[in-house]
T-cell receptor, first 114, second 113 residues
Framework: KAGVTQTPRYLIKTRGQQVTLSCSPISGHRSVSWYQQTPGQGLQFLFEYFSETQRNKGNFPGRFSGRQFSNSRSEMNVSTLELGDSALYLC?????????????FGPGTRLTVT | GENVEQHPSTLSVQEGDSAVIKCTYSDSASNYFPWYKQELGKGPQLIIDIRSNVGEKKDQRIAVTLNKTAKHFSLHITETQPEDSAVYFCAASRWDTGNQFYFGTGTSLTVIP
């Protein structure tokens, strides 16, 4: 079974621009979560989508948004990029309590804002 | 919400020795505790997990113990090898609901050959 995939793997953007990251979950998984990872802050939870609805939300500004499609693929958008948005963005998927509640991560997208 | 604390932040051991990483959680409703290993340039990899109806779980050289009363759980790695060098994260969640995962701040483990 294929794992969680994320595209692109690396991205360089300029301050003020916007960016869209994509995540394809493990087949059969309906939940997709997004995390921001920086050296000093560890894994910070952004939000989780389940069946196209945002189920949980972390403490990030409204510049960070996401959505999930009917095939469970998810996108995350960051508008008006700031230098502090430079980070590794991780996507993770999990099934349901009846199927598989373990959460599996993708390789991440490394975003650099200049 | 849940708060997960992880110690130590860095750990160095000699090859062949054991390593122990400890986490505490605050929400007694949490009932699922996974551990992740993150190697440089990669996403976190699930290495072992435990549910609250079990006190200990072992998989070859790694084991996790859970003390529900004290609200803490630990990762034990025996006979450490250089390839065990990585950052380890603990997390807490509820497997039976849609609650998010709450992560510890990570432990950087270095195994010295």
């Amino acid at each position: 079974k294929a794992g969680v995939t994320q595209t692109p793997r690396y991205l360089i953007k300029t301050r003020g621009q916007q960016v869209t990251l994509s995540c394809s979950p493990i087949s059969g998984h309906r939940s997709v979560s997004w995390y921001q990872q920086t050296p000093g802050q560890g894994l910070q939870f952004l939000f989780e989508y389940f069946s196209e609805t945002q189920r949980n939300k972390g403490n990030f500004p409204g510049r960070f948004s996401g959505r999930q499609f009917s095939n469970s693929r998810s996108e995350m958008n960051v508008s008006t990029l700031e230098l502090g948005d430079s980070a590794l963005y991780l996507c993770a998927s999990r099934g349901t309590p009846k199927t598989s509640y373990e959460q599996y991560f993708g390789p991440g997208t490394r975003l650099t804002v200049t | 919400g849940e708060n997960v604390e992880q110690h130590p932040s860095t750990l160095s051991v000699q090859e062949g020795d054991s390593a122990v990483i400890k986490c505490t959680y605050s929400d007694s409703a949490s009932n699922y505790f996974p551990w992740y290993k993150q190697e440089l340039g990669k996403g976190p990899q699930l290495i072992i997990d435990i549910r609250s109806n079990v006190g200990e779980k072992k998989d070859q050289r790694i084991a996790v113990t859970l003390n529900k009363t004290a609200k803490h759980f630990s990762l034990h790695i025996t006979e450490t090898q250089p390839e065990d060098s990585a950052v380890y994260f603990c997390a807490a969640s509820r497997w039976d609901t849609g609650n998010q995962f709450y992560f510890g701040t990570g432990t950087s483990l270095t195994v010295i050959p």
